[in-house]
C-alpha cells in the first residue's frame, strides 16, 4: 500500500494507472463508435454504401492489423520498458485516428483504420503488464482490471458521441469522434513522457537505484517492495532476438503459464462478447424489436448497463478470488448462449409472447456477466501469473491471440446468424463451458498472492494434484505415500502456494538451467 502521506488526492501509483489506462479507453470508444459511424447516412454519402462483407472487413481490419504487432510488442517491452512501448503505440493509434478521420475514399479509411490498429496492437497488452507491476498487493485487482473498465467506459462513451453527432448535417457527423480519438492518444502519450518505468522491469536490468526511485515517485510502500523483489538476486537478461523472446515462452518452466493466459485471453474472446456488443441491433431485431430506433435504443441501453456493472466489479476485485469469477461468469455467460439457443431451435421466438423478451433479457445478463467477471479477471490473469523477464512478452502474444479471435468473432457472428438462427448461440456456449472445465481443473487462485509468489504454482502438475485430493476420500492416491506435517514457514522463507483445493505441501521443482538452450539461457528459477 502506499505511504499514509502523499502530496496528491491519491497515490501516484493510482494517479499513473489511470493515465495509462487512457489506452482502455481509445479501444473502448472506437468499438463504440465505428458500428454507429459505419450506419451514418453522412459516412454514406462521403464513402459509399458499404455491402455486409465489406462491412464486417472494414470494422474488423483494426483488429486484425492488431495482431501481428501484438505478438512481438513484448520483446520490445523486454528491451526498452514498458511506457517506453506504449508511447509509439499512442502515436500511431492517433495517426491511424487522423487518417480515418480525413479519408476521402474507403480505401484510404480502412488504411486508417490498419495504422491505428498496429499502433494498438503495440500499447494495449502493456498497459495491463505496466499496472500489475506498480499496483501494491492488495490493490492489484482493482488497477490492473482498470483498463477494461475505461474500455467498458470507452464504448458507452463511442456509442453516444455518434448519438450526439448523428444530427450534425455535414460529413463532421462521423469525423469529429476521430478528432477526439486523436486528442485521447496525444494525452497518453505525453502521460507517459511523465511517468517512471516498472520498477520491477528495472530490478530485472539489474538497474537497482533507478527501481527505487521510479518507487518513491510511485508512493509505493518500500517494505512490501522489499519483501517481495528488491532484494530478489535474478539476473539482468541478456539481449534476445524478437524469435528466440518468443520461443523461450514455450520452453520448459514457462510454457504452463503462456499456454494458461493463451487459453484466457483466446477463450474470454470466444464466448462471443464481440457477437454482443458490434452486432446487438441485430440481435434485437431477430429477437423481434423491428424498429431501428427501438434497437439502436436497446444497444445504448445495453453499454450504459455494461459501464454501471463495470463499477462495482473494478471496485471489488480483489474481494473475489480470481477463480471463483471466471467460473461463475463463465455458467452465466454459457447458460444465457444456451438458454437462447434453446428456444430458437424450439422455434418460439416471435415478435410477441414471453420469448421474446426472454431472449432479450438473456443478452442483456451475457453482456452484464461479461463485463462483472471475464472482462476483467482474464487480463488481470494473463499478467499476473507470469514472471518478471517474459510477462511483457507473454501476455502481449496472448494479447496477440485475443486480437485474432476478435476478428474471427466479429466476422463470422453475422455469417452464422443468417445461416441458422441458433448456431452461433450453441456455438459460443459450449466454447465457454469448455473454458470453465478447463478452468477450474487448471486454474490456481492469485488473488492476495505477490507476483513473486505465485510464480511457485506452476511448478507441480496442479491438476494432477488436484484430482488426487478429490479421490483420497475413496482411498485412492494415498498409496505409497505419508501424509507430511504441515509446519509454519521460517522467518523470511518464500510461501509456495498451494493449488486449489490441496491440503498437503508439496515439494515445488526447480528448472534447470540445462534445460534451456545455450543462446536462450537465463536464470529461470523462481
Same mark, same amino acid.
Request: charged fraction near 10%.
Given at each position: ?97 487522423? +487518417? ?17 490498429? !498496429?499502433?494498438?496492437?503495440? !500499447?494495449?497488452?502493456?498497459?495491463? +503488464? ?33 448519438? &450526439? ?54 508512493? !509505493? ?24 523472446s518468443f520461443s523461450l515462452l514455450f520452453r520448459r518452466g514457462y510454457r504452463a503459464r503462456t499456454i494458461l493466459a493463451l487459453f484466457v485471453l483466446g477463450m474470454v474472446q470466444l464466448s462471443g462478447i464481440d457477437g454482443i456488443i458490434y452486432y446487438a441491433p441485430v440481435l434485437f431485431k431477430q429477437a423481434g ?27 471489488l476485485a480483489d474481494k473475489w478470488g480470481r477463480r471463483t469469477s471466471a467460473i461463475s461468469g463463465g455458467l452465466t455467460l454459457a447458460s444465457c448462449m444456451f438458454l437462447m439457443g434453446i428456444l430458437y431451435a424450439a422455434g418460439v421466438v416471435h415478435p410477441y409472447g414471453v420469448a421474446r423478451w426472454l431472449v432479450?433479457?438473456?443478452? !442483456? +445478463? ?46 463470422i457472428t453475422p455469417i452464422l446468424l443468417e445461416a441458422s438462427a441458433f448456431g452461433a448461440y450453441f456455438l459460443f456456449g459450449g466454447l465457454t463451458l469448455g473454458t470453465v472445465i478447463v478452468l477450474a481443473i487448471y486454474m490456481p487462485e492469485t488473488r492476495q498472492r505477490s507476483l513473486e509468489s505465485i510464480q511457485? &504454482? ?46 498437503? &505441501? ?21
Amino acid at each position: 500500500m502506499a505511504s499514509p502521506s502523499h502530496p496528491y488526492f491519491a497515490p501516484r501509483y493510482v494517479m499513473a494507472a489511470v493515465a495509462v489506462s487512457l489506452g482502455g479507453l481509445l479501444n473502448g470508444y472506437d468499438t463504440g463508435s465505428v458500428g454507429a459511424i459505419t450506419h451514418m447516412a453522412q459516412f454514406t454519402d462521403s464513402l459509399g454504401q458499404l455491402s455486409a462483407s465489406m462491412l464486417g472487413i472494414t470494422v474488423s481490419m483494426i483488429m486484425l492489423a492488431g495482431t501481428l504487432p501484438s505478438v512481438f510488442a513484448g520483446h520490445l517491452a523486454e528491451k526498452f520498458g514498458r511506457v517506453t512501448i506504449i508511447i509509439p503505440g499512442a502515436i500511431l493509434f492517433g495517426v491511424g485516428a487522423l +487518417v480515418e478521420g480525413l479519408a476521402r475514399s474507403l480505401a484510404q479509411y480502412i488504411a486508417g483504420r490498419a495504422i491505428a490498429g !498496429f499502433g494498438q496492437g503495440i !500499447f494495449l497488452s502493456n498497459i495491463s +503488464v505496466y499496472i500489475c507491476e506498480i499496483a501494491p498487493l492488495r490493490h492489484r485487482g482493482a488497477l490492473t482490471g482498470l483498463p477494461q473498465f475505461m474500455a467498458t467506459a470507452g464504448v458507452c462513451a463511442g456509442y453516444f458521441t455518434c448519438y &450526439a453527432t448523428v444530427n450534425i448535417k455535414s460529413d463532421m457527423a462521423w469525423r469529429l469522434p476521430y478528432i477526439l480519438q486523436c486528442i485521447f492518444s496525444v494525452i497518453l502519450a505525453w502521460s507517459c513522457l511523465l511517468l517512471p518505468d516498472s520498477p520491477r522491469w528495472l530490478i530485472v536490468q539489474g538497474r537497482q537505484a533507478e527501481a527505487r526511485r521510479a518507487l518513491d515517485r510511485l508512493d !509505493f510502500n518500500m517494505a512490501e517492495a522489499e519483501r517481495d523483489f528488491l532484494t530478489t538476486t535474478e539476473q539482468a537478461t541478456p539481449s534476445l532476438t524478437p524469435w528466440q523472446s518468443f520461443s523461450l515462452l514455450f520452453r520448459r518452466g514457462y510454457r504452463a503459464r503462456t499456454i494458461l493466459a493463451l487459453f484466457v485471453l483466446g477463450m474470454v474472446q470466444l464466448s462471443g462478447i464481440d457477437g454482443i456488443i458490434y452486432y446487438a441491433p441485430v440481435l434485437f431485431k431477430q429477437a423481434g424489436i423491428s424498429s431501428d430506433s427501438a434497437s439502436f435504443l436497446a444497444s445504448g441501453l445495453s453499454s450504459i448497463l455494461m459501464l454501471v456493472i463495470s463499477v462495482p466489479a473494478f471496485l471489488l476485485a480483489d474481494k473475489w478470488g480470481r477463480r471463483t469469477s471466471a467460473i461463475s461468469g463463465g455458467l452465466t455467460l454459457a447458460s444465457c448462449m444456451f438458454l437462447m439457443g434453446i428456444l430458437y431451435a424450439a422455434g418460439v421466438v416471435h415478435p410477441y409472447g414471453v420469448a421474446r423478451w426472454l431472449v432479450i433479457i438473456a443478452v !442483456f +445478463v451475457f453482456g452484464l456477466a461479461y463485463c462483472a467477471t471475464w472482462g476483467i479477471v482474464g487480463k488481470i490473469y494473463a499478467s499476473e501469473i507470469q514472471p518478471a523477464h517474459t510477462r511483457a512478452a507473454a501476455n502481449c502474444v496472448a494479447m496477440g491471440l485475443c486480437f485474432g479471435t476478435n476478428f474471427l468473432v466479429a466476422l463470422i457472428t453475422p455469417i452464422l446468424l443468417e445461416a441458422s438462427a441458433f448456431g452461433a448461440y450453441f456455438l459460443f456456449g459450449g466454447l465457454t463451458l469448455g473454458t470453465v472445465i478447463v478452468l477450474a481443473i487448471y486454474m490456481p487462485e492469485t488473488r492476495q498472492r505477490s507476483l513473486e509468489s505465485i510464480q511457485e &504454482a506452476f511448478h507441480r502438475p496442479a491438476a494432477l494434484s488436484s484430482l488426487t485430493q478429490l479421490l483420497q476420500p475413496f482411498g485412492f492416491g494415498a498409496r505409497g505415500r505419508g501424509r507430511q506435517t504441515p509446519r509454519e514457514p521460517a522467518a523470511g522463507e518464500e510461501v509456495e502456494m498451494a493449488p486449489y483445493g490441496a491440503g498437503e &505441501a508439496v515439494a515445488a521443482s526447480s528448472v534447470s538451467i540445462e534445460a534451456v538452450p545455450r543462446s536462450l539461457r537465463l536464470d529461470v528459477s523462481v
